[in-house]
């Protein structure tokens, strides 16, 4: 079955929920109009169901393979990407400067959430070369912008993120890998890094990595990291690849999923006189440099369990179209249904829809505050860049949390059959369950909500979030609109116990009472997750004329989202504040030399 994008849907999330229409007609962005958004929807959603929907097979059959330390990617791959690149993809949201586009962040995403449904592996690899190109173009020096931002933006060189070391994984203040001043400007590194995506491959001729080494007078932690530009193949003068570097592929890892993707143990500086490597940014400041790429990473890997959880609903909802099981209430005797007709199953699918759409919403929200930090008027530039510091951890951990969720339902709902291979409805969940764990774990998101975003602004940040949610909820108790049903009063009721929990979680840190704020800290977010993403869901419906088919559309799934999903957050709010003492009592049973005295 042929993947069809959902790109009304997308569109309108764009531009109705996530703030493009007005912001395009204040002029934020240019000359932007919803034509040139329209027709670039349009054919990344060809491009995604088209070229990249069949890779994605291939990608997880034959994978990507390494033999005499060339890595080769599965077949059709390489002349994909040339296309793809080709037709200009990988430098939309790049800065003009750079022959980039220079579009929004927010379509960008729109437009990363259909190469994910098209294939999640090939997708990964444009995903860490956009975070090099924002990583240079903030830190590196002219010189090192100059050569090598025109040939990463136009895609013809990519580009990996080289953190994890085998000691050194959510905490980098580990790494051992070291670089020495080489007396001339640039820098020796030796190490091993482990995990690196794309880290060796064969669709383009260079391969740019950016690597954390500590230097030999570094101070302990995490400040004493610095960057490292390191090239597969030293450019000569003119541009061109030409020396190799001492940076070889020692192994590619066989794992659950994402089989097209490379992920690649590294050796640095093996002969013995190092990998030539040039500084970006300052001495001991890389991990700053290396965030301002992170950032946008983790708000990109929630975009690939929103794509990958879009793909698994629309192939479970076009097999639950074809599938005749069972008798469905009101069919005629006699009748074999289609199992879409069974209320299980319908609720299975609306779950699917409602919690991609309302992780959609969340994202597409958090790009639309990183464009405003740099492209608002300058009076608010200060306060969207802490709305997108905020959103990143929940659109990263939600969108992830959700993307296997929806994956296994996706498998429920094609019963046995999704079990099997054949039907690729199992891949999406083997796919879809590293993107809880790559680019910060979710438990170190929901850390990161709770102990730095919320403190944001002196918690103005979440406060002015909270505020907004609740007139929308206001709105849409006041609309009387029969098609939102109770949805007003369960999104209040929502934002209530959000407004609650956040003020729990930031008097127990006032009080130093941490281990309380961190044991509450996943279902925290998760309950974040869902009362914002189902606000947003009626944002959108209050936002739509009622009589169009995406006002309809999102009225449903509005109320859907409400009337079936939010209450969860009941729950999960009890656990955030009740919950701490109940682990605190169990964690000795998680020792087996009899316990220890937890704090
Ligand atoms: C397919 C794949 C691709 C990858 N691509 C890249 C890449 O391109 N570049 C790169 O540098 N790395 C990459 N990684 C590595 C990835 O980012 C790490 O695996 C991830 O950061 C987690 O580190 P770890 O595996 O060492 O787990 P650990 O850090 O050992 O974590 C284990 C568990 O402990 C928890 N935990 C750890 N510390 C804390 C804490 N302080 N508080 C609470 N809980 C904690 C974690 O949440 C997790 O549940 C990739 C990994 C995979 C599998």
């Not at 034959?62 to 990407?81: C, E, F, N, Q, S």
């Not at 995903?127 to 090192?144: F, K, N, Q, V, Y």
């Not at 000569?236 to 089989?259: F, M, P, Q, T, Y």
């Amino acid at each position: 079955m042929a993947f069809q994008a959902p790109i009304a849907e997308i569109a309108f999330t764009l531009k109705a929920i996530a703030g493009l229409q007005p912001a395009m007609e204040a002029g934020l962005f240019g000359d932007l109009g919803a034509e040139t958004v329209d027709a670039i929807l349009a054919e990344a959603g060809r491009f995604a169901s088209e070229d990249l929907a069949p890779l994605n097979r291939v990608g997880d059959k034959i994978g990507a393979k390494l033999a005499d330390g060339k890595v080769t990617t599965a077949p059709g791959w390489r002349d994909v990407y040339r296309r793809w690149a080709d037709a200009g993809w990988n430098g939309l949201a790049a800065p003009e400067a750079w022959g980039g586009q220079g579009l929004p962040t927010l379509l960008n995403t729109a437009v990363n959430e259909l190469w994910n449904s098209g294939a999640a592996s090939f997708a990964a690899g444009p995903m860490l070369t956009a975070g090099a190109i924002e990583a240079l173009d903030a830190h590196a020096s002219r010189e090192l912008k100059e050569k090598y931002l025109p040939k990463l933006v136009s895609g013809e060189w990519m580009a990996t993120m080289n953190l994890t070391e085998p000691q050194a994984g959510s905490d980098l203040a580990a790494i051992r890998s070291r670089a020495e001043r080489a007396g001339d400007g640039t820098y020796r590194i030796f190490g091993q890094k482990i995990f690196i995506t794309y880290g060796e491959h064969d669709l383009t001729d260079n391969i740019i990595h950016m690597v954390l080494a500590k230097l030999p007078d570094a101070p302990p932690g995490t400040g004493g990291i610095s960057l490292f530009l390191v090239p597969k193949f030293i450019p000569k003068a003119d541009g061109s690849a030409g020396e190799r570097n001492d940076v070889v592929c020692a192994g590619i890892e066989h794992k659950l999923g994402l089989h097209g993707s490379p992920t690649c143990t590294m050796i640095f500086g093996d002969k013995g006189s190092g990998a030539v490597g040039w500084l970006v940014g300052e001495e001991h400041r890389g991990l700053a440099a290396m965030f301002t790429m992170m950032n946008l990473a983790r708000l990109t890997v929630g975009i690939q369990g929103i794509g990958v959880a879009a793909r698994a609903f629309d192939q479970a909802l076009a097999y639950a179209h074809e599938r005749r099981q069972g008798r469905a209430p009101g069919a005629a005797k006699g009748e074999m249904s289609p199992i879409v007709r069974h209320p299980d199953v319908q609720r299975d699918l609306l779950r699917m829809k409602a919690l991609t759409a309302a992780a959609r919403a969340i994202a597409y929200s958090c790009a639309f505050a990183i464009d405003l930090s740099h492209r608002g008027p300058a009076a608010e530039r200060a306060r969207w860049a802490d709305r997108a510091s905020l959103l990143t951890p929940i659109a990263k951990a939600f969108s992830t949390d959700i993307g296997i969720e929806v994956a296994s339902l996706g498998i429920q709902v094609h019963g046995g059959t999704g079990y099997i291979e054949e039907t690729g409805a199992a891949q999406y969940l083997r796919d879809a369950r590293i993107f809880a764990i790559y680019e910060g774990t979710n438990g170190i998101q929901a850390i990161d909500l709770v102990t730095r975003k919320l403190r944001l602004a002196d918690g103005a940040a979440v406060q002015s979030l909270i505020d907004e949610l609740s007139a929308i909820a206001t709105e849409a108790a006041q609309s009387n609109r029969v098609d939102l049903g109770a949805t007003g009063a369960h999104l209040t009721a929502a934002i209530a116990r959000l407004g609650e929990t956040t003020e729990w979680l930031t008097t127990a840190l006032a009080q130093d009472r941490l281990t309380e704020a961190l044991a509450g800290a996943t279902p925290y977010l998760r309950l974040f997750g869902l009362t914002a993403g189902g606000t947003l869901l009626a944002k959108g419906a209050l936002r739509a004329a009622a009589d169009g088919a995406e006002g309809q559309d999102f009225a449903a799934m509005a109320r859907f989202f409400a009337e079936t999903v939010i209450d969860e957050s009941a729950a999960l709010a009890a656990t955030v504040t009740g919950g701490s003492e109940a682990l605190r009592l169990a964690v000795p049973t998680l020792y087996r030399d009899g316990g220890v005295a937890v704090g």
